[in-house]
């Protein structure tokens, strides 16, 4: 029932993350683009678009980094794991996901401390807060901690470094 | 040895060996030595967010995309029908096609594992069908997308000019020479096993087949001209380009070549954002480590011991050389270059090495550390294509891995390999 609930909860946050990383990704992508047109049409460059694009950047990828804990898609050496029997191997991914939750609470806490510490700053082109910035740091922490919970309780079969998309 | 250093060396490596993820594996050992040393907490996410605030790295997922739109788009097939009629009829010809498809496709997305997908996906199964062993079909695949980082435009590139602190445009061209020379070595094995194992030749093009595939991929082939030149009119910097190839590749996929629907963009878009997530975290993480590692001034600190007790320049090189390929054994390249990166450029500057000739040094070592067994990123890729065993892989690619060797060692000890260009940008 737990396991179910953390699963569907999970995947919920899958879907977010989703959608959030396409619409930033594209939000970047279309600044650079107005950035290149303006600058070689009008010879006029906003200076607004890389401050957009690296705010959407900076999201984009600490995301995606967040959601690399429930795909299983970071790099690492997976040679002792191959090698140890299969409880062993279990209890090894057991000590490596509460490795990861810890990191990520870490992050989360700290994260939270360094948006409120600079949550009255602005950014030098937009003047947007700045912790819509800074608070990529703990939002991400805290998706790696779940994340890694979720595979703390649920012990998925452990399966390979997942490939990329590219792959496929 | 001071705790810091105990963390950030000897811990960081522990994690590794234990299956930690590299990014949280660099992460932890930021982690261990703020708790340990009583450093404030924040340090952790302000060198995190600080290090995807770059924006010459705002250029890596652009080129994974672009990379991705051209594939879905079918601009990688339209590449390898050109490279097609131009070489097949060479002994091992289809080999010759993988390598030259391979050479134009890196110079519109600059990413190994992109190119490794978009090539071999074709190409692999196209040489099984025509008698060529899988093996060899995917070892090829391989090496042919490690090109990639050679030829401009190059991710790789891109982060070590950010890392290293040098115009990105410079070290774009000092890739031009050890790429286009890998490609020609990759060749001679090509044409060596050819001849050893009597692979069939296929006839020669005919002037209407050329005319055809040079008009089908005309749009495919503009593409490294618009980005590459580009970049060298002065018209827009390396990560104007990256986006600007994205645009490219998207409108030919949606209206010239028509294989790309709006629908598809998510899956596209993510996919691209993956890859980009996996390189990018491990550079986001790296910023704390960096910071830690300065502090201690351990990169300062190795290199004056290694140049205290190393005083040839080309031992050191050597030394060096040996080291990143064992290293590539056991790290992921992008890591090695990250986190080793201040004592690797503590060595150059020591050494008088010229910096751009050293950033050829070090990616032509990031693009063989991504074919070499047993963790090459590329040799994974080709591997969920072709469906074959590491070891199978494994044995087939060192022969090339070989001959990639020699042009490091010539990318290495002939300065003006690198340093050819050096006056055009």
Redo the contacts between chains.
């Keep these: 029932m737990v396991k179910r609930s953390i699963t569907r909860v999970s995947d919920g946050l899958v879907r977010l993350v989703n959608v959030c990383v396409v619409l930033l990704a594209s939000v970047m992508l279309a600044a650079i683009g107005w950035q290149v047109t303006l600058r070689y049409l009008f010879n006029r460059p906003p200076s607004w678009t890389e401050e957009l694009a690296l705010l959407c950047f900076t999201w984009t990828m600490l995301l995606m980094m967040a959601l690399g804990v429930r795909q299983a898609f970071h790099a690492r050496i997976d040679l002792l794991l191959d090698r140890l029997p299969a409880p062993w191997a279990q209890r090894l991914e057991n000590v490596i996901g509460l490795l990861t939750l810890f990191f990520g609470g870490y992050l989360a806490l700290g994260g939270w401390r360094y948006m409120a510490e600079t949550a009255t700053s602005t950014s030098a082109a937009i003047a947007y807060p700045i912790y819509m910035l800074h608070g990529a740091a703990p939002v991400c922490g805290a998706l790696v901690a779940w994340f890694a919970l979720e595979l703390l309780v649920t012990q998925p079969q452990r399966q390979d470094t997942p490939l990329p998309e590219l792959a496929k | 040895m001071s705790i810091t250093a105990w963390f950030l060396t000897v811990g960081f490596a522990a994690?590794?060996?234990?299956?930690?993820?590299?990014?949280?594996?660099i992460?932890?050992s930021v982690?261990a030595v703020l708790i340990a040393v009583d450093i404030?907490?924040?340090?952790?996410?302000?060198t995190?967010?600080g290090g995807?605030?770059?924006?010459s790295?705002?250029g890596i997922?652009?080129f994974m995309?672009a990379?991705?739109l051209m594939?879905a788009g079918g601009l990688s097939r339209r590449l390898i029908g050109v490279a097609d009629v131009f070489v097949r009829h060479l002994p091992g010809g289809m080999g010759h096609v993988t390598i030259l498809a391979a050479v134009i496709f890196a110079a519109i997305s600059g990413s190994a594992?992109?190119t490794t997908?978009?090539i071999g996906?074709i190409m692999i199964p196209a040489m099984i069908e025509r008698g060529y062993d899988a093996g060899y079909a995917t070892a090829l695949s391989v090496s042919a997308g490690v090109l990639a980082p050679l030829i401009p435009p190059s991710i790789a590139f891109v982060i070590w000019g950010v890392i290293a602190e040098q115009s990105i445009a410079k070290l774009f061209l000092s890739g031009v020479v050890p790429g286009l020379v890998m490609a020609a070595a990759l060749v001679v094995v090509v044409a060596l096993r050819a001849k050893r194992d009597q692979l069939p030749r296929l006839p020669r093009a005919s002037w209407s087949e050329i005319r055809t595939a040079v008009n089908d991929g005309k749009w495919a082939l503009l593409a490294p001209l618009i980005v590459l030149g580009g970049i060298y009119a002065g018209?827009?910097t390396p990560?104007?380009a990256a986006?600007?190839a994205?645009?490219y590749s998207l409108a030919v996929g949606l209206w010239i070549e028509r294989r790309i629907r709006w629908s598809d963009?998510?899956?596209i878009?993510?996919?691209?954002?993956?890859?980009?997530?996996?390189v990018?975290?491990?550079i986001?993480v790296s910023g704390g480590f960096g910071v830690l590692v300065a502090q201690e001034q351990l990169a300062t600190k190795m290199a004056t011991f290694l140049g205290d007790n190393i005083q040839q320049k080309w031992v050191m090189l050597l030394l060096l050389n040996v080291a990143f390929f064992l290293l590539a054994a056991?790290?992921?390249e992008i890591?090695i270059m990250v986190i080793l990166g201040p004592m690797l450029i503590a060595i150059g500057n020591k050494f008088g090495i010229d910096p751009i000739h050293f950033g050829a040094i070090i990616v032509t070592n990031v693009s063989i550390g991504m074919a070499a067994p047993?963790?090459g990123?590329c040799l994974?890729?080709g591997?969920?294509?072709s469906g074959l065993s590491l070891a199978r892989v494994a044995k087939a690619i060192w022969p090339m891995v070989l001959a990639m060797l020699v042009v490091l060692m010539l990318t290495t000890y002939v300065p003006g390999f690198s340093l050819a260009f050096q006056k055009a940008a």
């Design positions: 994690l590794m060996v234990l299956g930690v993820p590299f990014v949280f594996a992460g932890l982690v404030p907490d924040i340090l952790l996410p302000q995190l967010i995807t605030q770059s924006f790295l705002l997922p652009f995309l990379g991705e594939t594992p992109a997908a978009a996906a018209v827009f990560t104007e986006a600007v994205c645009f963009l998510p899956r878009i993510l996919a691209a954002m993956k890859i980009s997530a996996i990018m975290a491990i986001a056991v790290m992921d890591a047993p963790i990123y994974f890729v591997m969920a294509i």
